[in-house]
């Protein structure tokens, strides 16, 4: 299937969580971040050429995050583990979509889009995990045209995500955890400022402040 | 594992200068030298000996295979035997046309996981990207802020006219520090 430059395609729009649900399709106005780890790479360099390469492009297997779904310690939790994390690469989600790949084929000029941003969450990803694939668009042509055209594609991702950044400046620190006691509940659910508790919150007011947070949720 | 196959420095320009003669090659020994076939001293490159303007500098020679067998080195586990085989041919390809190049302005090197040998020249937006798959051509894809690599590729030979083209882009990009 070819898909379209720039617009969400039909396998972008596609359930690919585990569970089923997720956070549903990559907008393109959303940002995705490239983790840079172990030891290529460094602060305001480019991404190294095989942080995203033709096989690993074309098995799925380049690994995103949706920055407005993670925070930083979902990140040190679920992508750095016990890894050396040098930083990340981030970009918008329109400007991968907007690679495209040109050939002539029987004298016809031919465009496909250069890869899809899939939401691509398996069992143990977190739920803001993506990945980056090659569009099946060109996947067609010989041998020697193709791995032309991949590695130009490759090249031109690779230029979008720009230079590597230090993650604190791509995730936002982690959301407070619900709390669980009534009185600090009701300190954030109702005001910035402390609060008398037994003056101003019942446990039924922080019991109700709870349950329509979870629903929000 | 070299790419080469070259032992002996010295042997390197001679092997240059002898693909400009055709099938073999003049050897240096310490009591003479004479003249062996290919399969004696490593294969040649995919690039014709017509292919060849200049005698590349000892240096800079060894500076692009080395920077070519790190790049493969890095990618070594990744490819296959096919692969492996387009890499030797296409870094040949790459050693052979990086050489020949009259620009000072040094860019990246690299092999990626199918086995083409890629060099590239950017500055910001703008940049120039040589991709060899071992076939003895070379594809030219220019990158601005309009338009990407793999919207703009044209395919060319290893002949004197495409080394004078990528010397003008590469000027183009880089401006006044080239």
Redesign the interface.
């Given at each position: 299937m070819v898909c379209a430059v720039g617009d969400i395609c039909t396998n972008e729009l596609e359930n690919r969580h585990h569970m089923g649900g997720g956070l549903g399709p990559i907008m393109p106005e959303e940002h995705v971040a490239l983790i840079v780890l172990g030891t290529d790479g460094a602060i305001g360099a480019g991404l190294e050429p095989n942080m995203i390469s033709p096989k690993r492009l074309g098995r799925g297997e380049i690994s995103l995050a949706r920055v407005s779904h993670a925070t930083l310690d979902d990140i040190r939790l679920f992508v750095v583990k016990e890894k050396t994390c040098i930083g990340a690469a981030a970009v918008e989600v329109s400007k991968l979509r907007s690679v495209a790949a040109s050939w002539k084929e029987s004298g016809r000029q031919m465009v496909s889009r250069g890869a899809c941003v899939l939401p691509d969450v398996n069992e143990g990803d977190h739920d803001s995990h993506a990945s980056l694939k090659t569009c099946a668009g060109y996947e067609h042509l010989g041998q020697t045209l193709l791995g032309t055209v991949k590695t130009a594609v490759c090249a031109e991702l690779r230029k979008k995500f720009g230079t590597i950044r230090r993650v604190d400046e791509i995730f936002t620190a982690p959301a407070p955890s619900i709390p669980t006691t009534s009185e600090t509940w009701c300190v954030q659910e109702q005001s910035a400022q402390p609060i008398d508790t037994a003056r101003h919150c019942s446990i039924f007011d922080c019991l109700f402040a709870k349950l329509s947070w979870l629903r929000r949720r | 594992m070299s790419l080469f196959n070259v032992n002996q420095p010295s042997q390197l320009s001679l092997v240059i200068a002898g693909a400009l003669v055709g099938a073999s090659v003049y050897v240096a020994t310490v009591s003479g030298g004479a003249f062996q076939s290919y399969e004696h001293v490593g294969s040649p490159p995919t690039a014709s000996a017509a292919m060849l303007v200049k005698q590349p500098s000892e240096l800079v020679l060894f500076a692009t295979q080395s920077h070519f067998e790190d790049?493969l080195a890095?990618?070594r586990s990744?490819l296959d035997n096919n692969d492996l085989i387009?890499a030797q041919s296409a870094t040949r390809d790459a050693v052979s046309l990086y050489t020949q190049l009259s620009s000072a302005v040094s860019p990246?090197f690299?092999v990626?996981?199918?086995?083409?040998a890629?060099i590239?020249w950017?500055i910001g937006?703008r940049?120039l990207?040589l991709?060899f798959?071992g076939?003895g051509k070379v594809?030219l894809?220019k990158?601005s802020e309009n338009s990407?690599?793999?919207?703009?590729?044209e395919?060319h030979e290893l002949v004197a006219s495409t080394y004078k083209l990528i010397d003008g882009i590469i000027r183009n990009i880089h401006g006044a520090d080239c």
């Open positions: - | 790049a890095r990618v990744e387009t990246n690299f990626n996981d199918i086995g083409f890629a590239e950017r937006q940049g990207l991709i798959g076939d594809t894809a990158t990407g690599y793999a919207e703009s590729m395919e």
